[in-house]
């Protein structure tokens, strides 16, 4: 966006589309941002039009994740914060991505099993 702009106003699409990167992870990241700030500005009546508006820019780059050491694994199992090392067993066990762990809350774990809101888990008995 142009740095002589005096209002946040007088930002238009093409100011937008201008300060944009050409494709990917970049792009998707930087038009969430500017779409949050100008969006509740929008809906306070504090600008009169959203110039993010109808722009698409197509989503995220999918990566591949990182191999990871098998002692690493071993060390976040058997962690002294027992916390920690439930997160862990859930993330390498039954795959959990962090989004879901972040939600999850202790009324989700009853009987035995984990419900997750696509699926549900049989957990490993902890007693043998």
């Known amino acids: 966006m142009d740095q002589d702009k005096g209002s946040l106003r007088?930002?238009?699409r093409a100011d937008v589309l201008a300060v944009l990167p050409s494709s990917g992870t970049p792009c998707v990241d930087m038009l969430q941002g500017l779409r949050?700030?100008?969006r509740p500005?929008?809906?306070r009546r504090i600008i009169f039009t959203d110039?993010?508006?109808r722009i698409f820019?197509?989503?995220p780059t999918t990566t591949i994740p990182l191999p990871v050491e098998v002692d690493d694994l071993r060390k976040a199992l058997h962690d002294q914060d027992v916390l920690?090392?439930?997160l862990a067993a859930l993330a390498i066990f039954h795959a959990l991505s962090s989004g879901q762990l972040r939600i999850l809350k202790t009324t989700d774990l009853h009987d035995g099993r984990l419900f997750l809101p696509n699926?549900?888990?049989a957990l490993a008995d902890r007693s043998g």
């Open 84 to 86: 920690r090392a439930a």
């Open 41 to 43: 500005l929008k809906n």
């Open 119 to 121: 699926r549900t888990e």
């Open 36 to 38: 949050h700030i100008l």
């Open 51 to 53: 110039p993010t508006a």
């Open 57 to 59: 820019c197509g989503m």
């Open 10 to 12: 007088t930002i238009t």
